[in-house]
Nanobody, 131 residues
Framework: QVRLEESGGGSVQSGGSLRLSCAAS????????MGWFRQAPGKERELVSV???????IYTDSVKGRFTISYDNAKSTLYLQMNSLKPEDTAVYYC?????????????????????????WGQGTQVTVSS
């Protein structure tokens, strides 16, 4: 089991920026999907962004142009740069990882976007954006 540890959450005003980090314990797999999810009170956990070892990146529509995901292989650390933050970005942000292939319902290789498709989770970090 790979251990994931997030840091970088906090409270900012609308329009501000935060950078989240997620340090992963050592893993030997060269294949990975590393993602950020978030969960607001009373809402389901949702995908924010994911990056894989082939360099594919996905963002949920609401953060496109404002958030940037990156992964430092040498440090085994995932980042999420969040700019132009809005009150609706307020949530607990979770780092998640999957170190095996993923196939969609049609049997084609794809990028997982649901919480159930990830095997490793961090403890979460709170992000609060005030108006």
């Amino acid at each position: 089991q790979v251990r994931l540890e997030e840091s970088g959450g906090g409270s900012v005003q609308s329009g501000g920026s935060l950078r989240l980090s997620c340090a992963a314990s050592q893993h030997t797999s060269s294949r990975y999907f590393m993602g950020w999810f978030r969960q607001a009170p009373g809402k389901e956990r949702e995908l924010v962004s994911v990056i894989d070892n082939d360099g594919r990146i996905i963002y949920t529509d609401s953060v496109k142009g404002r958030f940037t995901i990156s992964y430092d292989n040498a440090k085994s650390t995932l980042y999420l740069q969040m700019n132009s933050l809005k009150p609706e970005d307020t949530a607990v942000y979770y780092c998640a990882a999957r170190f095996r292939r993923y196939f969609n319902l049609y049997g084609a290789p794809d990028v997982p976007n649901l919480p159930k498709d990830y095997d490793n989770w961090g403890q979460g970090t709170q992000v609060t954006v005030s108006s």
